[in-house]
Structures are given as structure tokens and as C-alpha cells.
């Protein structure tokens, strides 16, 4: 059977996105690789869990020179040696947006990467309470023959410290704040996360980390009066800024997962043939099937496309 990550790369799209942001890679960048020669975006930026198996600046050579590449890291970017060295021991770890903001594509684009452990801080507690404030504090308190590499433990380089989020908050404004963990929105999200958007004044907030591709407007867990859109981005998929307008104005437009699938099968042709009448659905079209409760039959008809089934 043909794997459908090798059906890329696709069509080139007709319009270029500005800034295209990838769900965590787990050392798979293929879906990374086919979407920037695709849509060729001004820049990406990875949501953490990154795990390259070698050096990310080799792992993404054949991109290199088509965009420009800036991540944040995610707890599992701490797991291994390997996992840590080939991120922050490659050509690419400058792009590190963790704790700062840096204009991208005509963006101010703030980043946290990382995740919150309580065991340093809490961050439904007040920060004053927090058992470390600064990766140098812990350092200091860990014993030489406990230090790695002579400083703070390898899992911890991927904590969230009181320091760094301070020092975010007072990096504003931006327009877009990208972040491993997610905002309260979600289940297990942070209500930190919110207050720091808010200060910021960003108008977007993209996460990783749960795996799952989310517009939280259109599921209707956020209001359309909130200070900012949220969206999560699962693995293999991104999220292309700014949002297409035609997509955000049409009513009841098909799910997000649904039209990245339409993508990777038609490529830029993926709007016209959700929007084409199809016999099989009795003259109906794909999209307006999609957004009345049948994705699944529209999802069942791009898997059966994508590995030549029969539709
Ligand atoms: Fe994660």
C-alpha cells in the first residue's frame, strides 16, 4: 500500500499563506516538508515535541532555503540526549522562539515553549510561591554530581519557569502567541496561558502538545467576543495564517481535519472538489455534506481516493 505521505509533494497552492504552524512533529517532518513546498509559506513555525533523529537542520535541508523556520520546544524535546542535542545542538536552535517575541512574516509572534511542572511552579498558585523562579535558582540548589551537563536536570530544560513567562508578559505587544501547552479553553488547559495572551494583546493562540487539531470557535467552545481566536494543531497537521477569509465566511464550512485531508488528496484543487456537486451523494456536495453531519462519509471518500479505492 502506498503511504499517503507519499503522495507528496502536492500541487503548489495558488495563494501563499504567510505563516504556516505545524502540530508536534515526534520526529516525522514529512507532512512539514510536503506543506512548505506546497503552499510555500513566508515561514513556519513548529509547536514543540519536535524529537528530530538528527540534527533539525538536517532533517529539514530540503526546506531550508524555501522559508523561514523558527519552533518552540515540548516536554518530550527533553526525553533523551538525542532528542535534546538534536534540537538545541543544531544550526536551528537560535530559532528557538521560548520566552521572547520576534517579528515573522510581518508578525510579532511571542512563543512558550515547554510545559508547566509543578513541582517548580504551579501556575494556579502565585508565582511567589512557585518552589524555583529561575532555571539559574535550581542550578544552584542541585548538587554538582545531580547536574547534567552542569546545570539543571535534562527534563527540566523543557519546564516552564516563573522567570521566563515573566519576562514573556513583558515582551508585548504581539499578534500571535504560539505555545506547547494550552490555554483554558481547553481540558487540561491553563488559565495562565489566557492571562498571558491577554496582556500581550495577541488576536491568535496555537498549541500542541494534545494532539489535536481544534478551531475552538467553530466547535463552539469559545465566543466570538473573546479577547482572541484559539486553535490546537494535532501531529502531521498546520494551521495556515492569517485564516482564509472565503473559509471563515462560509457557513457551516467542513471540519478542520476534513479540508487538511481534502488538501493532502487534491492539493490546491481540495476547495473545488468539496465544492462540486457529486453523484454519489445524490447531488449534494462534499463541504455542505461535511457541515450537516457527514464527514465521516466525506472522510470515508478521501481515504478511499488517497489509497485508490473505490468512490
Ligand atoms: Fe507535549
Known amino acids: 500500500m502506498v503511504s499517503p505521505k507519499q503522495l507528496f509533494p502536492l500541487p503548489r497552492a495558488s495563494a501563499s499563506p504567510e505563516i504556516l504552524i505545524f502540530g508536534d512533529p515526534h520526529g516525522d517532518f514529512t507532512p512539514v516538508i510536503a506543506a512548505v513546498e506546497c503552499f510555500r509559506p513566508k515561514a513556519i513555525v513548529l509547536l514543540g515535541d519536535i524529537q528530530a533523529r538528527q540534527p533539525l537542520h538536517i532533517e529539514l535541508q530540503p526546506i531550508l532555503a524555501l522559508t523561514e523556520l523558527w519552533f518552540i520546544h515540548g516536554n518530550h524535546d527533553t526525553d533523551s540526549d538525542a532528542d535534546y542535542d538534536n534540537l538545541w545542538?543544531?544550526?536551528?536552535?537560535?530559532?528557538?522562539?521560548?520566552?521572547?517575541?520576534?517579528?515573522?512574516?510581518?508578525?510579532?509572534?511571542?512563543?512558550?515553549?515547554?510545559?508547566?511542572?509543578?513541582?517548580?511552579?504551579?501556575?494556579?498558585?502565585?508565582i511567589n510561591e512557585a518552589a524555583c523562579v529561575s532555571a539559574d535558582a535550581l542550578r544552584r540548589s542541585t548538587r554538582r554530581e545531580e547536574r547534567?551537563?552542569?546545570?539543571?536536570?535534562?527534563?527540566h530544560r523543557s519546564t516552564i519557569f516563573p522567570?521566563?513567562?515573566?519576562?514573556?508578559?513583558?515582551?508585548?505587544?504581539?499578534?500571535?502567541?504560539?505555545?506547547?501547552?494550552?490555554?483554558?479553553?481547553?481540558?487540561?488547559?491553563?488559565?495562565a496561558i489566557d492571562e498571558l495572551a491577554e496582556t500581550l494583546g495577541?488576536?491568535?493562540?496555537?498549541?500542541?502538545?494534545?494532539?489535536?487539531?481544534?478551531?475552538?470557535?467553530?466547535?463552539?467552545?469559545?465566543?466570538?467576543?473573546?479577547?482572541?481566536?484559539?486553535?490546537?494543531?494535532?501531529?502531521?497537521?498546520?494551521?495556515?495564517?492569517?485564516?482564509?477569509?472565503?473559509?471563515?465566511?462560509?457557513?457551516?464550512?467542513?471540519?478542520?481535519?476534513?479540508?487538511?485531508?481534502?488538501t493532502q488528496v487534491f492539493g490546491a484543487e481540495a476547495q473545488v472538489w468539496l465544492d462540486k456537486p457529486h453523484e454519489q451523494l445524490d447531488g449534494q456536495?462534499?463541504?455542505?455534506?461535511?457541515?450537516?453531519?457527514?464527514?465521516?462519509?466525506v472522510r470515508s471518500m478521501l481515504n478511499a481516493i488517497q489509497y485508490g479505492g473505490v468512490v
Open 148 to 155: 547534567w551537563r552542569d546545570g539543571i536536570g535534562r527534563r
Open 285 to 297: 456536495t462534499p463541504a455542505a455534506l461535511a457541515a450537516g453531519g457527514g464527514s465521516e462519509k
Open 163 to 191: 522567570d521566563d513567562f515573566q519576562q514573556l508578559l513583558r515582551s508585548g505587544p504581539a499578534n500571535i502567541l504560539v505555545t506547547h501547552e494550552a490555554p483554558a479553553v481547553h481540558p487540561h488547559g491553563w488559565q
Open 89 to 126: 545542538g543544531s544550526e536551528l536552535a537560535g530559532r528557538n522562539l521560548h520566552g521572547r517575541v520576534v517579528e515573522i512574516a510581518g508578525y510579532r509572534v511571542a512563543g512558550l515553549g515547554g510545559i508547566f511542572r509543578g513541582k517548580i511552579w504551579d501556575p494556579r498558585r502565585p
Open 202 to 262: 495577541v488576536q491568535l493562540v496555537v498549541h500542541g502538545h494534545h494532539h489535536q487539531s481544534i478551531d475552538y470557535l467553530a466547535e463552539g467552545m469559545q465566543s466570538a467576543a473573546a479577547p482572541f481566536r484559539a486553535f490546537g494543531v494535532d501531529m502531521g497537521s498546520h494551521l495556515a495564517w492569517p485564516l482564509d477569509p472565503q473559509r471563515e465566511t462560509r457557513l457551516g464550512s467542513p471540519p478542520q481535519d476534513l479540508l487538511e485531508l481534502a
